[in-house]
Nanobody
Framework: QVQLVESGGGLVQAGGSLRLSCAAS????????MAWFRQAPGKERDFVAA????????YYADSVKGRFTISRDNAKNTVYLQMNSLKPEDTAVYYC?????????????????WGQGTQVTVSS
């Protein structure tokens, strides 16, 4: 069992940056692939980025490639999402998720545990 708690969301102007964090409970955090998803009002939950257990491989949605960076610190049981050059269309609730398998999946159905989400709002 893994419990996930996101933080770092907020209101930022277009072109600005935010860094999201997701703190995980449990001693087996390093065994999980991790990902970030986002969901805007009235829309489906969309994949943003994923990272395997040791940080050796990452995968990004085309919409964020080159602007967002996912990373993890297994010693701190934390995964991060650095978001630069933010756009109004990045506005959403951002969720982190954990996968007990190899990871890098882009479907929410591939993930076993979810956080409660953190709101990111980008003003134009």
């Amino acid at each position: 069992q893994v419990q996930l708690v996101e933080s770092g969301g907020g209101l930022v102007q277009a072109g600005g940056s935010l860094r999201l964090s997701c703190a995980a409970s449990g001693r087996t955090f390093s065994a999980y692939a991790m990902a970030w998803f986002r969901q805007a009002p009235g829309k489906e939950r969309d994949f943003v980025a994923a990272i395997i257990w040791n940080g050796g491989s990452t995968y990004y949605a085309d919409s964020v490639k080159g602007r967002f960076t996912i990373s993890r610190d297994n010693a701190k049981n934390t995964v991060y999402l650095q978001m630069n050059s933010l756009k109004p269309e990045d506005t959403a609730v951002y969720y982190c998720a954990a996968d007990r398998t190899y990871g890098l999946g882009s479907s929410p159905y591939e993930y076993d545990y979810w956080g409660q989400g953190t709101q990111v709002t980008v003003s134009s």
